[in-house]
């Protein structure tokens, strides 16, 4: 598998949790936003962590995404019980096997039937005895972290972690380093931008994209091992790349396939790339519009809704039913337009996103782009097959 190392972003990073970065709030919280396949969960796993854990932080790493079935303040508890298990050793082992209901780590006192699953409540308590125990910093790593919002428990825990945060940390010191990642912006900004929200005031990022430096690296690697094939034209590469949306994986597949001993393609390998990622562009946007058009009316409108309003869709006020009855040619009800939210949501793959104060948004951000472009063409709505639906 192909890595490039970003190493110098890890670094200021780093810093910046650390506390050693003028003008950086990060660290109250660093949230980072970046599309989906973009390099992200590459970045945070060969490149922060390392680098955090090279600077004697304790470094807990928890993906949200990893398992929709489990609910996420669980996924999150069990990460930090996990550590705390492995830092108290064989401390903990000798109290669970004597019968002791509890330890005490720097005053507090750990219930040890409870380590690996601490409900909201005592998740600070166990992020402050993890700290107690390594005697070190800790960075709680959380990727995909919109996905909490999904589930009481992980919104309790949300609040659970800025409460160890305001504990434990210090102007000039930083215990507890929190790292938030989600692929979807909007999703993300439910965390930091009302006063409800559990991180209000916090700021979301755009985590950069690779760019030049990864395609001169991609450049230099080709003119290493195939001298014969000259100078590489980097600005097509780099088109190419941009393409793909700057989605390294894609762009290596389709590099090795143009690049194999069994390619069938005349002329430069560049062209070739460039053919390619016009053909996953329009193969993205022909699944994306294959989704929609294959929708009942209902589920479309109510889709196109939420791709019109944003972060500002409220899908059974009176516009928007008004809306819905407008696009559909019949009368829509709440509960037509709420049955129709449920089916966009049970969709395979999943095309609607509800947090667990019933907030709605587009699943993949990738859509709303795909909406946008085509708004910006005149393109929109897209035509499909006229399906005779039956009413249920």
């Not at 854990?53 to 489990?70: F, H, I, N, S, T």
């Not at 999150?76 to 550590?83: C, K, T």
């Not at 965390?191 to 929200?197: E, P, R």
């Not at 460039?274 to 053909?279: R, T, Y």
Request: glycine share 6%; no cysteine.
């Amino acid at each position: 598998m192909f890595y490039y190392p970003r190493t110098p972003l890890a670094a200021a990073l780093a810093d910046a949790l650390q506390g050693k970065a003028a003008f950086s709030d990060a660290p109250n919280g660093l949230f980072l936003a970046a599309p989906r396949r973009t390099g992200k969960t590459t970045f945070l796993l060969s490149d922060l962590m390392p680098e955090l854990a090279r600077r004697q932080v304790v470094v807990v790493y928890v993906d949200l995404w990893a398992d929709q079935k489990r609910d996420p303040g669980s996924l999150i508890a069990e990460a930090v019980g996990r550590s705390l298990m492995k830092q108290l050793g064989v401390v903990a082992k000798t109290a669970r096997s004597a019968g002791l209901e509890s330890i005490s780590v720097g005053g507090i006192k750990i219930d040890t039937s409870k380590i690996g699953r601490t409900d909201g409540s005592t998740l600070a308590h166990a992020l402050r005895a993890l700290v107690e125990a390594a005697k070190k910093p800790v960075a709680l790593i959380i990727d995909e972290a919109q996905h909490a919002l999904t589930s009481e428990a992980g919104e309790t825990a949300m609040a659970a972690l800025k409460s160890a945060r305001d504990q434990l940390n210090r102007p000039g010191q930083a215990q507890l380093m929190l790292v938030m990642s989600g692929s979807d912006r909007d999703k993300l900004l439910r965390l930091v931008n009302t006063s409800a929200a559990p991180f209000f005031g916090s700021q979301i990022q755009r985590m950069p994209e690779l760019g030049p430096d990864f395609v001169a690296h991609i450049a230099h690697l080709i003119t290493r091992q195939r001298p014969d094939l000259g100078e590489v034209n980097q600005a097509a590469l780099a088109e190419a790349f941009a393409l793909f949306g700057q989605r390294p994986q894609f762009f290596m597949e389709a590099l090795g396939q143009v690049l194999s001993p069994l390619a069938t393609h005349t002329g430069r390998f560049e062209d070739a790339m460039l053919a390619k990622a016009a053909e996953q562009q329009r193969s993205d946007e022909a699944q994306m519009e294959s989704d929609y058009t294959a929708l009942r009316p209902l589920e479309q409108a109510v889709l196109w809704r939420m791709l019109e309003q944003g972060t500002r869709f409220r899908p059974y006020d009176a516009d928007a039913l008004q809306f819905y009855s407008d696009k559909t040619g019949d009368k829509v009800t709440v509960a037509k337009a709420q049955k129709a939210l449920e089916s966009l949501r049970a969709h395979q793959p999943s095309l609607v996103w509800k947090s667990a104060r019933s907030e709605y948004a587009v699943e993949d951000a990738a859509m709303l782009r795909w909406y946008a472009q085509r708004i910006q063409a005149g393109t929109w709505p897209p035509a499909g097959p006229q399906l005779d639906w039956l009413d249920e």
